[in-house]
């Protein structure tokens, strides 16, 4: 047990860091997944099921908590902690990403971000210091700053105004976020697709000494290619013995490209969201499990899964199930796809310890290659 917030690197092979997080709620090894949990819960999934498949440390969604149920009746609740039944490390980001990417009529200047609720229309402000006061109030143990994230491609002047104000915006945070031993408030990297901003706002980051730094400003239009360049450039800046988080990211195969270039931690909604949609995530592959070809098939998903939802279930019945839009075929999915995400990373961890990092992800990459599923 720690009352601090400490960043351990415990190995490295190549740009791959095996690390652990510990914090007083408890430990995050690394390189993490954190699964998604938008209302303080990972959609068609029971917290415990998250827990059992391996994951450290889940997100909360500052945006949707914020309108609904309010961030000051979570506090008097007690907590996003005892709201939801997870004792464990929470991150919740700043709300800022989701206010440019949901809410409706927005403005953004200097002070922050003026929007609209999507949910009753109520007017809201979001500045640095808000932000920093409402993941207070949901207790988080990891804050995101506030910052400006533009999609790509978009014009260098545009990128470096965005840069600027998101580092003018991380001094603020940190500012309001103050002594907290146990938790943790993350400055974000921006910059897009332009070195020396991205090199500029690292070094900025850096010497705010903030106890963990986010690459943000990926994975929001550009190639695959372009993403994994600027984290060549980027992690490089940042210090080694601080956790570095990738933002949004990503596929299975984003994931270990980001891991080689030196990340510890990742977000997507791309498990969970797909496994709603019927596609399920497997060692060989994406399956859409609505094509009609599984109509027939007795198989599993997996059989030498040890996760029921992969290993006990016929792709024929997973498709009825999804033609059908049952909640357990959504529930089943979900299962499959975390449990597959949370398996690429416990062999990703071992891969870096074992020194053995290039072949495991050469071999992982071959089996989804395979075809044939
Ligand atoms: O610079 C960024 N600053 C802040 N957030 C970013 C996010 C959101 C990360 N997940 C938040 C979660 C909080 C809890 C609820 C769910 C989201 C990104 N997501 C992506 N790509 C994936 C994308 C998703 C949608 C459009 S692009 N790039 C991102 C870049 C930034």
Redo the contacts with the bound molecule.
């Keep these: 047990m720690t009352d601090q917030f400490t960043f351990k690197l415990l190995a490295t092979d190549g740009g791959a860091r095996r690390g652990k997080i510990s914090m007083p709620r408890g430990n995050v090894r690394t390189p993490a997944f954190m699964p998604?949990?938008?209302g303080g819960t990972v959609k068609a999934m029971y917290l415990d099921q998250v827990r059992d498949l391996g994951s450290d440390i889940i997100?909360?969604?500052?945006?949707?908590l914020m309108l609904r149920p309010g961030a000051e009746r979570v506090a008097r609740l007690g907590g996003l902690h005892d709201f939801a039944r997870w004792p464990h490390p929470i991150l919740t980001?700043?709300g800022?990403?989701?206010v440019m990417?949901l809410s409706g009529l927005r403005k953004l200047d200097e002070r922050g971000v003026v929007f609209r609720s999507h949910i009753d229309g109520a007017k809201h402000e979001m500045s640095p210091e808000r932000s920093i006061e409402i993941q207070g109030l949901l207790d988080s143990d990891i804050q995101?700053q506030l910052?400006e994230?533009i999609a790509l491609p978009a014009e260098p002047a545009e990128v470096q105004r965005a840069m600027e104000l998101s580092l003018r915006w991380a001094e603020r945070c940190k500012t309001a976020f103050g002594d907290q031993p146990g938790k943790a408030m993350f400055g974000?990297v921006?910059g897009g697709d332009v070195p020396e901003l991205r090199v500029k706002s690292a070094q900025a980051l850096n010497s705010m000494d903030l106890k963990g730094y986010?690459v943000?400003?990926?994975?929001?239009g550009e190639p695959q290619a372009v993403m994994l360049d600027m984290l060549s450039i980027t992690c490089p800046e940042l210090p080694e013995n601080k956790p570095r988080y990738l933002?949004?990211?990503?596929t299975p195969d984003d994931i270990l490209k980001s891991v080689a270039r030196g990340i510890d931690m990742f977000?997507?909604?791309m498990p969970t969201r797909a496994g709603r949609h019927g596609l399920a995530y497997t060692r060989f592959g994406k399956i859409n499990l609505k094509n009609a070809r599984h109509a027939d098939d007795p198989r599993p998903l997996d059989e030498e899964s040890t996760c029921p939802a992969a290993r006990d279930y016929s792709r024929a019945y997973l498709h009825h199930l999804v033609r059908s839009n049952e909640a357990l075929g959504a529930m089943l999915l979900t299962w499959n796809n975390l449990a597959y995400y949370q398996s690429l990373m416990a062999e990703i961890r071992d891969g870096i310890a074992s020194g053995k990092f290039v072949d495991m992800a050469a071999r992982i990459s071959e089996g989804w290659a395979r075809g044939d599923i």
């Design positions: 998604v949990g938008t997100l909360g969604n500052t945006y949707h980001d700043s800022g990403f989701q990417s995101m910052d994230c974000i921006q986010a943000g400003g990926l994975a929001v933002m949004g990211v990503g977000d997507c909604v």
